[in-house]
């Protein structure tokens, strides 16, 4: 077939799925069968109209996972699960120059810049495909590249095993850097969260959640003899956090910006001269970081297994942005081109083999 079927940004608040031409395959490419396609903070913007680089008429998603269809130059076999690392960079400004393409000044992402992956198929380089081995669940696998940003946060902190961790906003990244942190040695992770389902998801995956009429401040302080967190991340990127992260913050800790803010926001400057605080921002990943979320990922050693999803079909696609607009019941809504792949046909599948044995 010369045509795939893909969701297409057509205005503000309104995503079509239509059937347009595969993806013309430039030499050496390879074409990649999706599986997953996860939508986050940048997606919404895009859809909503505040994106400033989107197009009408783009193809949006960049945390994808799929199956090799045509290898070009890749190396890999046909049918060999992937992720992506949707990064394009201009390989020539000083950060591409130093090995720092991931803050290339001209920084642009497959998905807003190049065709995504919600679609059927997507062509992509060579240098951005990641094989995943064949253990690893496809879905499971789409959460690569949001988990490659909290592996280098927490990279980027200079967090040392046995701190005390305060995590700010336990959406999909929160939860993540929670997760990997722990993971890597943190004494104890505390996450606060103003919605009461993703506190019971924290909880569940076995954080300390801050109380509702708690503050973090007063968490981490009753946990440190009055000191504060040694390290603390603002995934949340409210100004009302930014208010609240020196505070919660120990002398000479160390606050690590994680989410991205949209407006100039009000910052305690004065505590971080008196403390003597360090403060770091966080945009991406690198590479390495892409193949440490995969190991992670692999190796099951952050229970993702507790990390709720949502997965609709791609031609429910505009149903997706609304549920991951919400966020209501999941931490991170999946699209997928898979039949029989959605959350929706996998439970209908399953009460229709409930009625069937019933009838036996």
Same mark, same amino acid.
């Not at 929160?174 to 998801?201: C, D, K, M």
């Not at 999941?330 to 399953?350: H, Y």
């Given at each position: ?24 395959? %430039?030499?050496?490419? &390879?074409?990649?069968? !999706? *599986?997953?396609? #996860?939508?986050?903070?940048? +997606?919404?913007?895009? $859809?909503? @109209? ?95 590249? %949001?988990?490659?940003? &909290?592996?280098?946060? !927490? *990279?980027?902190? #200079?967090?040392?095993?046995? +701190?005390?961790?305060? $995590?700010? @906003? ?191």
């Amino acid at each position: 077939m010369n045509t795939m079927h893909a969701a297409r940004w057509t205005a503000t608040d309104e995503v079509e799925v239509t059937e347009v031409p595969r993806p013309t395959v %430039p030499q050496g490419w &390879a074409l990649v069968k !999706v *599986a997953y396609n #996860g939508i986050c903070g940048t +997606d919404l913007s895009i $859809v909503h @109209g505040k994106h400033p680089r989107a197009v009408h008429g783009l193809i949006p998603g960049h945390e994808m996972s799929g199956w090799i269809e045509e290898p070009g130059d890749s190396g890999l076999a046909v049918g060999t699960l992937v992720v992506v690392e949707p990064l394009i960079s201009c390989g020539e400004c000083l950060s591409c120059r130093g090995g720092n393409a991931h803050v290339c000044s001209r920084l642009g992402l497959y998905g807003i810049d190049a065709p995504g992956a919600m679609a059927d198929l997507v062509a992509l380089p060579p240098h951005v495909l990641h094989a995943v081995p064949d253990s690893v669940d496809p879905r499971t696998a789409a959460l690569a590249e %949001p988990l490659a940003v &909290a592996v280098h946060a !927490v *990279a980027r902190s #200079g967090m040392e095993a046995g +701190d005390t961790v305060a $995590v700010f @906003g336990a959406g999909p990244i929160g939860v993540l850097v929670a997760l990997v942190a722990r993971h890597e040695g943190a004494g104890q992770v505390v996450i606060t969260e103003p919605s009461p389902w993703r506190r019971s998801v924290a909880h569940d995956l076995g954080l300390t959640v801050v109380p509702e009429d708690a503050t973090m401040t007063s968490v981490v302080a009753e946990l440190t003899g009055g000191e504060g967190a040694d390290t603390t991340f603002d995934s949340a990127a409210h100004p009302c956090v930014a208010a609240e992260v020196t505070a919660a913050t120990r002398v000479l800790g160390r606050i690590v910006v994680v989410g991205v803010y949209k407006q100039p926001t009000a910052l305690d400057l004065q505590a971080i001269c008196f403390k003597e605080q360090s403060m770091v921002g966080v945009r991406v990943y690198t590479t390495a970081d892409m193949t440490r979320a995969i190991e992670l990922i692999a190796s099951g050693a952050l229970g993702l297994e507790g990390f709720p999803t949502r997965a609709f079909a791609l031609a429910d696609s505009a149903a997706a942005f609304d549920a991951a607009t919400t966020g209501q019941d999941c931490l991170k809504v999946l699209v997928t081109p898979l039949p029989g792949a959605s959350d929706d046909a996998v439970a209908a599948a399953a009460a229709g083999a409930v009625i069937e044995e019933a009838a036996l």
